[in-house]
């Protein structure tokens, strides 16, 4: 092998292996630059708390029209309990988003979602814009029935939700937070299908 042959060899070695090294190093940094969050909060973690935060501020502005439209103790007693429940938590939950910064959802709880022309939520449990309205409207046992069978629905949802942070999230704190929602929010559907069934005798 002659020396220029041997150098020119090389030469195209440096290269290449240079080229390797580049790639590799972008390749290792892509994954740092594509993630925002900080360490230990998953992306299950910023899902849950941008879920959940809407959907607390929209089961306390429910429980707010219990006071003038109901009449029964017992319901206005658990819609004062759900709003005490949630309230603390809406708080934390922005709080948290604004940490890790992410997004924090707006606040316009009872503006509705659209699930299309069925008037029913959708697996999350949210109130539609005629969810709402039919609330709004309604008075005395009507809106007894509407509001617990509304809440149900709504309860599962966040129950659902919750779950999967506790099976998916890593940020200690929210998961503390959603076992504790589907411990409590379990319970409260429980006692909300024992109202429903007396409203309805």
Request: hydrophobic share 45%.
């Amino acid at each position: 092998m002659t020396r220029t042959t041997l150098a020119a060899r090389l030469a195209a070695a440096v290269v290449t292996g240079g080229l390797l090294l580049t790639g590799c190093s972008a390749g290792q940094d892509a994954p740092a630059a594509s993630s925002s969050r900080p360490a230990g909060v998953a992306e299950a973690d910023v899902t849950f708390a941008q879920a959940m935060l809407p959907h607390h501020q929209q089961a306390v502005e429910m429980a707010g029209l219990a006071d003038g439209r109901s009449q029964d103790p017992a319901v206005l007693d658990l819609a004062s309990r759900i709003a005490a429940g949630q309230e603390p938590e809406i708080d934390v939950l922005t709080g948290w988003l604004a940490d890790w910064g992410q997004d924090v959802p707006s606040g316009d709880g009872m503006a509705g979602v659209d699930h299309g022309d069925s008037g029913h939520g959708g697996a999350d449990g949210m109130m539609t814009d005629q969810d709402t309205a039919a609330l709004e409207a309604a008075s005395g046992p009507e809106f007894d029935r509407l509001f617990l069978d509304q809440m149900i629905e709504h309860h599962t949802g966040a129950v659902t939700m919750a779950r999967a942070e506790i099976e998916d999230g890593e940020f200690a704190d929210a998961v503390d937070m959603a076992t504790g929602i589907a411990a409590t929010q379990d319970a409260e559907i429980a006692e909300m299908e024992r109202l429903l069934a007396a409203v309805d005798r």
